[in-house]
């Protein structure tokens, strides 16, 4: 019986898992709003999570 379990995704180092950061652009516009600009982390593109690393049998740590 062969027992396949695929790891589960980790949260990406670069951002900790805040995958998207609002940004303001400026002052406000005439309607009192504040601008933002939404950015993705570019590692992870916005997921928050990476593949988890496969671990081979026998390798050195």
Do not use: W
């Amino acid at each position: 019986m062969t027992h396949d379990t695929t790891p589960s995704p980790r949260i990406c180092p670069n951002c900790d898992g805040f995958a998207s950061a609002a940004i303001t652009i400026g002052g406000r516009d005439r309607h009192g709003q504040l601008p933002t600009l939404t950015i993705d982390c570019p590692a992870c593109k916005g997921l928050g999570t990476v593949p988890a690393r496969r671990v081979r049998e026998g390798a050195g740590a």
